[in-house]
Each structure stands twice: as structure tokens, then as C-alpha cells.
């Protein structure tokens, strides 16, 4: 689709230059040949752009998963979000499901328990840890960062996705560590 879009956008410019170079057009009507070809051009730039993003993304809608889980404590979000084969998941924090208290034992202990949890939403909804494409890591305290990477290595095994790691100031239920990703499926 693309190819075609710039072959049209070729053929137009070449027809409409070689009008303007050999004179065929009386001045009084210039502009409005200039206007013309420059509406053209957009027409068919937008209606190829769209088809394109169509082609790309097909008809793809979001799919919300896990929110009715989520509902039953209270929480605003979903699990994740799926938009073709990429998971979005939320947030996820070092306690048990069904519980509302962290695991004990500090940074480690919660960021092994964030990973299981992660590993469970994965495989709930057609991936693994394996496929993670980029994780994004709160740290609730910067000088834990290398406790939380022992815990997050131990997960991950040789896979390195892309990460960011940053510290936040208040993370929920006074946590450690919360841990975001992208997956496919």
C-alpha cells in the first residue's frame, strides 16, 4: 500500500509539473491548478495513510483483561490490556494474590513475589516471562537497586529484556519495588 502511495504521489507531481513546464496553463488559473494539485496530493496521502494504518493494525481493538478479578478488591485497573499479540501489564507488587499485605523479608522477597505474580498474569492470558519485551521498575528506595536485580535476574533467567529502573516515593502498601511490562504473546 505504501508503494502505491508514493507511485500515485509520483505520477501526480509528474503530470502536473510537466502541465506548469510547457506553459499549457494560462496564468489566471495557476493558482487554482496549484491548489488543485496540492488537495490532490493531500486526498491521497490521508486516504492511503489511513488504509495503511488499517493494513498494519487490521481491526484490532483493545482487549481488557482481569478487570472483573480486580474489581472484587477495590481496584481501579485491570491486569493487563492485550491490543493484538502485545500484553500490557498493570503494575504489579509483592503480595500474594488474594491477600492485601506484602511478603515479607524487603526488596528480594517482594520483587520475587512481583516476578511470580507477573509469570501468573503471563501465562493467564497466553505468554511468559520469556516473552517480556521491556519492563519498567519502581524503587522505592535507589539503594536497593542492586538487592531487587539479584531477585529480578533470579526470574528472568538469560533473558534481558529492555528496562528502565527509577525511584518513586510512595509506592502502594509502602512497598519496595512495583514492576510494569510489555509481553507478547
Not at 527509577?166 to 502502594?172: E, Q, S
Amino acid at each position: 500500500m505504501f508503494r502505491i502511495t508514493l507511485l500515485l504521489i509520483f505520477i501526480f507531481n509528474l503530470i502536473f509539473e510537466r502541465g506548469y513546464k510547457n506553459g499549457s496553463l494560462i496564468s489566471t488559473n495557476l493558482s487554482k491548478f496549484i491548489l488543485m494539485k496540492k488537495i490532490i496530493l493531500l486526498i491521497v496521502l490521508l486516504s492511503n495513510s489511513t488504509l495503511f494504518c488499517q493494513t498494519v493494525w487490521g481491526e484490532t481493538e483493545l482487549e481488557v483483561l482481569g478487570a472483573a478479578e480486580n474489581k472484587k478488591y477495590n481496584l481501579p485497573f485491570s491486569e493487563a490490556v492485550a491490543f493484538g499479540d502485545i500484553l500490557f501489564l498493570s503494575g504489579q507488587i509483592g503480595m500474594k494474590p488474594g491477600e492485601t499485605a506484602l511478603v515479607p523479608g524487603g526488596v528480594q522477597a517482594e520483587t520475587r513475589q512481583t516476578m511470580l505474580n507477573i509469570k501468573t498474569i503471563l501465562e493467564k492470558y497466553g505468554s511468559s516471562l520469556e516473552k517480556i519485551i521491556k519492563c519498567t521498575i519502581f524503587l522505592g528506595n535507589m539503594s536497593q537497586w542492586a538487592e531487587m536485580n539479584i531477585a529480578y535476574i533470579e526470574a528472568l533467567g538469560d533473558h534481558r529484556p529492555a528496562r528502565s529502573a527509577l525511584g518513586a516515593n510512595g509506592l502502594a502498601l509502602n512497598g519496595s519495588v512495583e514492576i510494569e511490562c510489555i509481553a507478547a504473546r
